[in-house]
Structure formats: structure tokens, C-alpha cells
């Protein structure tokens, strides 16, 4: 680690009130891959990207929301978590949350990301997220990463329960499709009349749902609720 690069990553952590004497992980929970692969192209070979704490990451979120909608909604249902943890942990409100700490400020990305937008890229950010959380996880436990994001998990659950924060079926399904299945959903008119839309979405060439609306986004929207719920079902 150079000494500007560890600077950056003792600023970050600073910002976030989390004291730390040996900074690797989370320095490594910074780098994206575009970073990790120019620097190795010049000769370095004690740098990697942050992809493996971000697949960690991504179970300590679920694992942080799960607890917190079964310790404090015991009158919620599974499908009722089921829904509130797709949203919450969906990339949207992961790439909110990293936006509230700043978080892409402190990013190591290559030219072409930094180029392009990368540092306000909620993909990017999502995932740096994560990667951040399996950082912490690894290095201090997860009642650390409940001290520190509880409260701003507890904040979006809430939402989302009290029905202020809209659940997004397509979005959620893409989400799910592409983590699970490395594709995105498509969706098809299969009838049209009296201004009416029927909309199948298909995965793998296989129709999973179908949906009507007034016009094509709603029924499209239909269709991914019900392609959404099926898939879960599935995975019961």
C-alpha cells in the first residue's frame, strides 16, 4: 500500500468513527477491479480487488436485515420479510446508503471508471458497500457492522413496512435474475386490446409470469411481481 492510498483509507475510516490499526481489508474493500487490474499490469502484485469481501458482504447484509425484521416486526410474515429484505438489500437502497457516507469519494477505481462516472455508479457503489461490510465483519464481527449501519438499515425496513418506500418488482427481479441465473429478464406483449396490455416475462426462454395493465409498464410491472414471486417460492 502507498502511502497516499493509505492515507485515503485512514480518512475514510475516520469519517465513519471506526478505529482500526491494520487497514488491508479495508483498503482492499475500496479497490475495484478496474484499479486492482491496472496496477497489477504494472508490476504489483499485493493488491486485489474487493469482489470476494463483496460476495461476504452481501450474505452480512442479509444476514443484518433478517435480524433486525425478526427481533423487531415478530408479527411480520416470511413472505412480508421476504419482500422488505429483497428492497432494503436491493442495489438502490445499498448505493443510497453508500452515498450517505461519502463512500465513493474514497473509491480506487481505474482511468476509464473514474472517466466514465464510476464514483456515483450505484452498481459500484452497492458493491463497495457490501465489500465495506464484509470488511468490517472480518475484522471486527458483525455487532460492529450493527453499530454502525443498524440505525440506517432499521430506517429503510421501516419504510418499506410502513409502505413509504415503494417496492420495485421490475427492478428487484432483474436484481435477483442477475445475481442468481447471470441474465436479465424478458418481457413480451402477448395481447393488445381495448387498450389493454397482457405481458409475459420470460428467464431462461421459460415464461415465468404474466401481467395486464392499461398500458405496457403496468402490465410489465404485473408480470415481474408475479415472475418475482414464483421465483421466491422456488428458492422456499
Do not use: W
Given at each position: ?72 416486526y415478530p ?75 443498524g440505525d ?85
Amino acid at each position: 500500500m502507498t502511502k497516499v492510498e493509505k492515507e485515503k483509507v485512514i480518512e475514510f475510516l475516520n469519517k465513519i468513527n471506526l478505529c482500526c490499526k491494520d487497514i488491508e481489508t479495508f483498503f482492499t474493500s475500496l479497490i475495484h477491479s478496474s484499479y486492482a487490474n491496472e496496477q497489477i499490469q504494472v508490476g504489483r502484485s499485493d493488491i486485489s480487488s474487493n469482489e470476494r469481501l463483496e460476495f461476504l458482504g452481501d450474505a452480512v447484509v442479509d444476514l443484518v436485515v433478517c435480524d433486525l425484521l425478526y427481533r423487531r416486526y415478530p408479527n411480520a410474515t416470511e413472505g412480508e420479510m421476504s419482500k422488505v429484505k429483497a428492497a432494503v438489500a436491493s442495489e438502490k437502497i445499498l448505493s443510497v446508503m453508500a452515498r450517505e457516507i461519502a463512500l465513493g469519494d474514497y473509491l480506487f477505481l481505474g482511468k476509464g471508471e473514474e472517466n466514465t462516472g464510476g464514483r456515483d455508479r450505484d452498481s459500484i457503489l452497492a458493491d463497495a458497500f457490501e465489500a465495506l461490510l464484509g470488511a468490517i465483519y472480518i475484522t471486527f464481527g458483525l455487532s460492529k457492522v450493527k453499530e454502525i449501519f443498524g440505525d440506517r438499515f432499521s430506517y429503510y425496513i421501516s419504510l418499506v413496512m410502513e409502505g413509504k418506500l415503494l417496492f420495485d418488482y421490475k427492478t428487484a427481479l432483474q436484481e435477483l435474475t442477475q445475481k442468481t441465473l447471470k441474465e436479465l429478464p424478458e418481457y413480451r406483449v402477448v395481447q393488445k386490446k381495448n387498450n389493454a396490455f397482457v405481458v409475459e416475462v420470460l428467464i431462461s426462454n421459460k415464461v415465468m409470469g404474466k401481467g395486464s395493465g392499461r398500458s405496457k409498464k403496468e402490465a410489465e410491472k404485473a408480470a415481474a411481481e408475479s415472475a418475482y414471486k414464483a421465483l421466491m417460492e422456488d428458492e422456499k
